[in-house]
């Protein structure tokens, strides 16, 4: 064996005949460089990547092994519509029903929004829904026991005033940020 490096047989010089000790399956094995070579293709690799991947929603991804193509395309389209649901009533629990839409509460009257318990309602992850304090009534957003509402500091989880747009965004399993014109 060599002692210095300068004293290793140089890569050029190797015929492909010499054993390489590797771990396969946690046992070492013996086999030679050319072997070794012959197992990492072109194809083996691109067979890994496309394995590898994973279609979501939106997304679709076509692996074209005779023409040695991948193609990863978007179809999701942003929504052009919201739609409105009026409230006059004072008091409202949030339900998947509600993602992606914007409450709009008209009530003279303070209004309680609830967010309820992931085990009470599964709304899903990465949902929306939007308020517009329509009438004078101050929307309070309350957070059922368990969850977890971030409230900009400085800031409550309520309207500042008639005409205020306020926004929930879920973003874990029991946590929502909201955002908008929020009362001090």
Do not use: C
């Amino acid at each position: 064996m060599a002692g210095k490096i300068t004293e290793l047989t140089a890569a050029s010089a190797l015929d492909g005949s010499e054993l390489v000790e590797v771990v396969q399956g946690g046992a070492n094995r013996k086999a030679t460089a050319a072997a070794i070579a012959g197992l990492i293709t072109n194809e083996v690799i691109d067979d890994r990547v496309a394995a590898l991947l994973v279609q979501g929603t939106g997304i679709t991804i076509t692996y074209n092994d005779a023409a040695n193509t991948l193609t990863i395309a978007a179809s999701a389209t942003a929504p052009t519509t919201v739609p409105v649901v009026t409230d006059a009533g004072t008091a409202r629990t949030l339900a998947t029903a509600d993602a992606g839409k914007l409450i709009r509460h008209t009530s003279a009257s303070a209004i309680t929004d609830t967010i309820p318990a992931n085990a009470t309602d599964a709304i899903p992850v990465e949902s929306v829904i939007s308020f517009r304090q329509a009438g004078a009534g101050q929307i309070t957003i309350a957070a059922a026991s368990g969850v977890t509402l971030n409230i900009p500091t400085g800031l409550t989880a309520k309207t500042r005033a008639q005409g205020s747009s306020i926004m929930l965004h879920k973003v874990a399993t029991n946590e929502w940020d909201i955002t908008g014109d929020l009362s001090t």
